[in-house]
């Protein structure tokens, strides 16, 4: 990105020349002309402090302005490296030269901070094609009945990975049509009823966050654990119940993405409340 000459700073003072470039409207507009105003605006941030997307800007300042880093790595593991952007890929990179990773992750359910759709798009830039990709055909965890459900979506949001196969087999998932004024009740009684079949297992509500807030406040803990969907990565659940999967899926791709990693948060049954309007 060119933005012009950036007036150099004494040693240290990345913070600052990032604060200062994303206060200058000028540069901004020059460095984004298809950027709105506005949105170029909300660049500059939160004035306490940086937040956790500001890192990999600061960490490419800081290596521009003061060098490598001093700490770095023979070998490095990633995992869930699908949630990875392009900045933060740079600064894994700059902490190991030697090139040497273990990088685990499913492109399917990446999130939205990212628009890398293929490991070599991460990869190629810093090594080119000297890596190895192996795909995991066998899944421990999900049962081969909601590894099949999960088979149209998995082929919108990546049409080239295959479905792997489960070695375990379960209940069939199951969807409930509901209105919106039925909503409550109907996740009120399969909360029941599970509880009853399966004292002891863990129960994961999954919806869009707007519920989900909602829902917080009406569910304790101890009956269920309520989570976005976009923040439903990395955990697992015996039932996953899954609440206004349209309204999941509504958020584009980022959206697919989301619903399908709701899907595969369960171990054992999936069950589906579909909210009509």
């Known amino acids: 990105m060119a933005v012009g000459p950036v007036r150099r700073q004494p040693l240290g003072c990345a913070e600052a020349t990032v604060r200062d470039l994303l206060r200058d409207a ?21 004035p306490s402090g940086w937040s956790a997307s500001d890192l990999a800007l600061l960490d490419e300042a800081r290596a521009l302005i003061d060098g490598p880093p001093e700490i770095v790595y023979g070998h490095i593991v ?16 700059r902490r190991c030269p030697q090139r040497s990773m273990t990088v685990v992750g499913d492109l399917a359910q990446a999130g939205p901070t990212t628009t890398i759709q293929a490991w070599g798009e991460a990869l190629f830039p810093f090594v080119e094609e000297q890596f190895a990709h192996q795909t995991l055909t066998v899944n421990y965890r999900t049962t081969a009945e909601i590894l099949q459900a999960t088979e149209p979506l998995l082929a919108r949001i990546a049409p080239e990975q295959r479905l792997s196969r489960s070695i375990r087999h379960g209940e069939q998932p199951t969807v409930v049509t509901v209105t919106e004024e039925g909503a409550a009740s109907a996740l009120d009684a399969l909360i029941a009823r599970t509880r009853r079949s399966h004292p002891g297992e863990l129960i994961g509500i999954v919806t869009t966050a707007a519920r989900a807030g909602v829902l917080a406040e009406t569910i304790s803990e101890g009956e269920a654990t309520i989570v976005a969907a976009s923040d439903a990565r990395g955990l697992e659940f015996d039932t996953v119940i899954i609440v206004d999967p349209d309204g999941i899926r509504s958020r584009g791709d980022a959206g697919l993405r989301d619903l399908y990693v709701a899907q595969t948060r369960a171990t054992k049954r999936l069950l589906s409340v579909a909210v009509t309007t």
């Not at 995992?79 to 600064?91: G, H, K, T, V, Y």
């Open 26 to 46: 000028d540069a901004l507009a020059a460095a984004f002309p298809d950027v709105s105003a506005e949105d170029l605006a909300g660049l500059e941030g939160d």
């Open 78 to 93: 990633v995992d869930e490296a699908q949630q990875l952007s392009e900045m933060q890929w740079r600064a894994l990179m």
